[in-house]
């Protein structure tokens, strides 16, 4: 079986750079669904979840081609508007084409993605904000079927709350549709302002990114642009941890530490020392962390992708950590696994409370997802002894060559292939 062997103790030290971010990429080729002809992105990271991104667009009838760090795309003028089940099943993110599908093609049948390892994650606030926009749905066998006479029409959509994939799918929609359209409680997510970069490289015409009201002039037609990712704060983050974690000190470039306000302000809260600079910051840990407690909330808040790395951070802190979830309902599943590596940590609802413990205890562990994965390998950094990681190609979904880079810092990791 594939799994990641991790011996803990060893203080991390030295210098990781991080690539384009996830989050940003996958929305930004489904961005290029909206108008023909080739693209390139730029700092795009090497990760499962755009090979199935890729995967995805082909289906389509686009061709897409993945070098080191940089994807070429050629759009077709006639495109497949359907996405099948088993990519949108491996893949969520994949339901951010309907928005481009409905607006170029007037139609999309996309299957529909059901709940995953974080829970329920419902789909409403997208099909609400559609059909204002002139998209009618029916359901049929598991495949939602959209459809819009003629051109969608600019319209006011209010989120009733600020969801990144529902802002992400109606700016795309809106992009190309009859009129202005005003988001209002839209997501503030560096991501999202990213992917509106690249939108209006494309001729769009959107302003207000990065605010809770975002308006877009819709025009009638946009055109291929070649862009460069936005560097992935949640792999940064993910290092800045495993140097706190380690109790070492580990500098991450090509990052953007403001991104990471509220995260490393909490490391300080904790003990540690960060420094921050133009593209790259600096984390040096403490022996034993102090306990602190945070909400998962959206950007500027802290990030829920960045609440499990936290928790094996804050599970050997000196005090009591009261962790309370916000986002998903199903988050807290990998403090199972934590547990077995002697955390002491109780869940009441959406709160986790962390009483830290001196050491943490190698074992075989299981990743669920890709930052439980992340988590229980940085949980690994801390603990005497061995901790085996099961199931790492959750990992793989979100973190290109994570083994590699922590290695790189000097840990005692390895991977081996089943
Ligand atoms: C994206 C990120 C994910 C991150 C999340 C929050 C990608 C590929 N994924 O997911 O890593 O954890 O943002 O920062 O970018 N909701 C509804 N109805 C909807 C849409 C959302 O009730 O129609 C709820 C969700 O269940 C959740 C909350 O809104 O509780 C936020 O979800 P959302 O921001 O949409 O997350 P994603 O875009 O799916």
Redesign the pocket.
Known sequence: MDEIRVKGGTPLRGTVGVLGA??AV??EMAAMLLAPGRYVLSNVPGIFDVELMADVLRHTGAYCDLTKHELSVSVPKELVPEAPIDLVRQM??SIVILGPLLARCGEARVALPGGDDLG???????LDAFEKMGATFTLEHGVLVGKVEGRMTGTEVELP??????TENVLLAASLADGDTTIVNA?R?P?IVDIARMLNEMGANISGEGSAIIHVRGVEELHPADHRVVSDRLEAGTYAMAGAISGGDVTVTGCNPDDLRMELRKLEDSGCEVERGEGWLRVVGVERPSATDFSTL?FPGF???MQPQMVAYLATADGTSVITEN??DARFRYIGELSRMGADITIEWQHAIIRGVERLSGAPVLAHDIRAGAALVLAGLRADGETVVGDPHHIDRGYEDFVPKLASLGADISRSAG
């Open positions: 996830k989050n996958l929305k969520r993110a329920a994650r419902p789909i409403d606030y997208h709350f600020p969801s990144v994939g529902a997501a997510e991501e959206p990030h829920t992708d986002l998903y």
